[in-house]
């Protein structure tokens, strides 16, 4: 058990709705990073944030959008969702800003199915 | 710019044999690399990581890792596979001269041990 947490661990939505992904970070992590894992694509980053502000951008669609809270737990709100949106999605956290030595610590994971 | 290889899509090994997951990298600077485990319908799981040092590096479940500068390695090794070694393996690299040390990820590689 890494620490981080992720709720719901299943989610079943419609094309075209709006879902919310919640994560919370190991115990003292500032950073949290939110990945997307397809089967035809392996892991994707999407989006990094530090102490509240957003630190670093991957691939993530305008669709998508993540906050952190001042208690550090984050939240990735996916919309008008796709039957291509349907993934696992991933929480990982760090210390610090995510520095060169820094190991990320993943999440079980969302599993996300669109129909 | 900065990227993983990971050769093999899948790797195959009987129960007792030594197995070896490849991993290449390109990158400006010095890197910092990781590897992950992702059993099935779990998360990621930090296997061990190369910082500077000695270019062997030992991880958590009897696994190492060397660390080859002159062939842009870094091979992940065991020397007698578990059936329960069965998994998803990443590599991941972070660039020293990247000023926002992004986690480039390989492909990922599938490792099935035969009883």
């Known amino acids: 058990d890494s620490g981080v947490t992720q709720t719901p661990k299943h989610l079943i939505t419609a094309t075209g709705q709006r879902v919310t992904l919640r994560c919370s970070p190991r115990s003292g992590d500032l950073s949290v990073y939110w990945y997307q894992q397809s089967l035809d694509q392996g892991l994707q980053f999407l989006i990094q944030?530090?102490?509240?502000?957003?630190?670093a951008k991957g691939n993530i669609l305008e669709r998508f959008s993540a906050q952190q809270f001042p208690d550090l737990h984050s939240e990735l709100n996916l919309s008008s969702l796709e039957l291509g949106d349907s993934a696992l999605y991933f929480c990982?956290?760090?210390?610090?800003?995510?520095?060169?030595?820094?190991?990320?610590?993943f999440g079980p994971g969302t599993r996300l199915l669109v129909l | 710019a900065q990227s993983v290889a990971q050769p093999e899509d899948q790797v195959n090994v009987a129960e007792g044999n030594p197995l070896t997951v490849k991993c290449t990298y390109s990158v400006s600077g010095n890197p910092y690399l990781f590897w992950y485990v992702q059993y099935p319908n779990r998360g990621l799981q930090f296997l061990l990581k190369y910082i500077t040092g000695d270019n062997l590096v030992k991880g958590s479940y009897g696994f190492e890792a060397e660390f080859n500068k002159s062939q842009t390695s870094f091979h992940l090794k065991k020397p007698s596979a578990l059936v329960s070694d069965s998994a998803l393996y990443f590599c991941a690299v972070r660039d020293e001269m990247d000023s926002n040390y992004q986690l480039i990820w390989g492909a990922g590689t599938k490792l099935i041990i035969k009883p």
């Open positions: 990982a956290s760090s210390v610090w800003s995510g520095g060169a030595m820094e190991t990320q610590y």
């Open positions: 944030y530090y102490n509240g502000e957003e630190r």
